[in-house]
């Protein structure tokens, strides 16, 4: 909170700062039209990026590395005793220290040596943080004061403002990439330590899944199972249901709404079919364990169908439900976005309105609303809570949708769930199963930038 407050600060001088830019702009160059090289507003601007931009990173980069520094100031504080604990001990003494320091109680430290430590690091962190609020606003008064000297009418204050924006987006653009490359090499990596544990060919063609490890070796199960085919088949068979329930009710509401549907009647139908992308899927579940899965239950055991009180259709029919809006939005989206002259030249060869959907819109609008469906694939393949509250946590090697089974995410939440040993083949097989579903992300983006390739060479 007080960081925030820093920084609303230094964001206000620099919009007053930026005021003060562009008066002096104008009164140097004789008036709003003077002879200045660029507006007004760009020595603001100008003059306001020299003031926030240095303090703002100064200020980032203080509190990136401050924790490190305090942590090991009062690590030097600490007795000799208590620096030759194990690593693990230690770490918990730290947080313990941070916790207590945080909250400013310290009634219930473990020992005379956490309260004091935790009263020495709450100390350094006040002086550390009146000394960042002091360097920042230094620094923005400095940038300001330098930003003003620097007006001047012959200054290209437009191109340096636009070279500030244009480093921005080249700054924002490389933290995406790199944040991905961090996840990707994340997964490879812990991936890898599960592949020297457990073979790979196990983990991808192995039907039993048992991740169950024991403390001793004598234990029934000591080694788990760590086959990961009724994972897999239980992920595809859920998104398929799923899919067969969203694509034909996403795909035939949207092209209901964008063709044929009176415009009062779209303007009421659509947001109220874009409410159900913003329930919660804990509703959805609570919805399938109630509603859904005694209802299909009953009427299978009026047809002679054993239908389990957690089964695979029951939630991938809910999970439909709650994706049909990101088909039909888009879809709705892309088929009005197609030109009418598409349409009248279809009309003037004497075609019908379904006709012309079916022959024309459709084709046109087909990379859109595959790009519509692959993320709603997308979705389903990554829900966890319905899976878990409709389905289950058994691993189940079945095609059958009236049984349970379960899901890669659901499997990974379980496997993370807690304080884990990340030395185990327990814990590192959830990072093989992220990489599976990495790699099937990818997989499917790839798919779709191949379509969208094919029919914009077609329609464009």
Known sequence: MQFLTLVLALLLISAMVYRLGARQA?????????????????YGYYVALWCGIPALILAAGWMIFSPLILKSLVLDTLPPDTLTLPAARLSLLMNEVKQMAASGDYRFASDDVARGAAERYHS??????????????STALIGAWWGMRRVSPKLRARNAVEGMVTLF???SSTVAIFTTIGIVLSLLFES????????????????????????????????????????????????????IVAVPVG????????????????????????????????????????????????????????ISAESALSTGIVMGVMIIPFISSLSDDVISAVPDALRHGSYGLGATHSETIRQVVLPAALPGIVGGVLLAVSRAIGETMIVVMAAGLSAHLTANPFQSVTTVTVQIVTLLVGDQEFDSPKTLSAFALGLVLFCVTLALNVVALNVVRKYREKYD
């Open 26 to 42: 104008v009164r140097l160059g004789g008036g709003a039209k003077g002879g200045l090289h660029s507006l007004p507003s760009y």
């Open 124 to 137: 350094l962190r006040t002086i550390s943080f009146a000394a960042m609020t002091v360097a920042a606003l």
């Open 169 to 171: 987006l080249i700054a």
């Open 192 to 243: 890898l330590r599960f592949f020297a544990k457990i073979p790979i060919t196990d983990f991808l063609f192995g039907l039993n899944w048992s991740p169950q490890t024991a403390m001793r070796a004598d234990q029934v199960g000591s080694s788990g199972a760590f086959g990961a085919v009724p994972l897999f088949t239980g992920t595809l068979l859920i998104s398929v249901i799923a899919m």
């Open 251 to 306: 795909l035939l509401s949207a092209i209901y709404m964008a063709e044929y549907a009176h415009p009062k009647f779209r303007a009421v139908a659509k947001p109220l079919l874009e409410i159900l992308a913003g329930i919660p899927t804990v509703v959805y579940g609570f919805f399938a364990v109630l509603t859904v899965a005694p209802a299909l239950r009953g009427l299978g055991g009026s047809l002679g169908f054993n």
